[in-house]
């Protein structure tokens, strides 16, 4: 019989090892400081990636470490304005090929979202909290195909909007309810096809956090913890 266990026992310490094998934390905002030193100020349009400065707080947008809950967290606040913030896939050992781990993960709080904003309308077009993930798409012009998915105001789970090469799926809404954490988790190969029709490519160019609240002239305060990405469960 204590063999019996001994085995059980090592089996479910097997099953928990390729399980933790198979998850990658990509962030965790563990810094000693308030700035996240491995994120950086990206510009889509030129594929730029700057460090980010001692301090990206100003008055009406910024970025910061704090701790919530005896726990770091990333705060982004903007009030008018747009803010983002992102990693480089291939730059301080940030390694993401989808076809081994598709399914990315984070989680996320909204205390305040940008009244009345609407990502179908594109004056409205703010989202408070998103999270994008970009892709090359692979033609001549050297154009980005971008995931964005979004904390929304208004529209409910599972609204899409496309801007150009820019997809839009709403993942979390203050239908919902805000001022709660709720963890995401979405197989980024599946969004990918389903959104673009083709298979998406096996490595991102970066990821990226995002608040805006610049077409409403609202205010938005999202919360960012706990981004991994998975293989397939």
Request: glycine share 6%; charged share 25%; net charge negative.
């Amino acid at each position: 019989m204590q063999n019996v266990f001994s085995a059980l026992w090592c089996m479910a310490l097997l099953c928990l090892q390729n399980s933790a094998a198979q998850s990658i934390v990509i962030e965790d905002f563990s810094y000693n400081d308030a700035v996240p030193a491995r994120w950086r100020i990206l510009d889509p349009g030129n594929r730029s990636a700057l460090p980010l400065p001692d301090t990206v707080q100003r008055d009406d947008d910024y970025v910061e470490v704090v701790t919530m809950d005896g726990e770091k967290v990333l705060r982004v606040y903007t009030r008018d304005e747009t803010v983002q913030v992102g990693r480089v896939v291939g730059e301080d050992g940030f390694d993401w090929d989808t076809r081994s781990h598709p399914v990315l993960s984070w989680r996320w709080r909204a205390d305040r979202l940008p009244e009345g904003a609407q990502e179908t309308i594109s004056t409205l077009n703010d989202t408070g909290g998103a999270f994008y993930v970009s892709f090359d798409c692979g033609d001549w012009l050297r154009r980005l195909c971008i995931i964005k998915y979004t904390y929304s105001s208004t529209l409910p789970v599972g609204t899409t909007a496309s801007y150009g090469k820019l997809r839009v799926l709403v993942v979390s809404s203050a239908q919902d309810g805000m001022e709660k954490w709720v963890t995401i988790e979405r197989n980024v190969r599946e969004d990918y096809k389903a959104l673009f029709g083709r298979e998406a490519p096996a490595r991102p160019l970066f990821i990226m956090v995002w608040g805006d609240t610049d077409n409403t002239h609202g205010v938005s305060d999202v919360y960012f913890d706990a981004i991994a990405i998975a293989a397939q469960t």
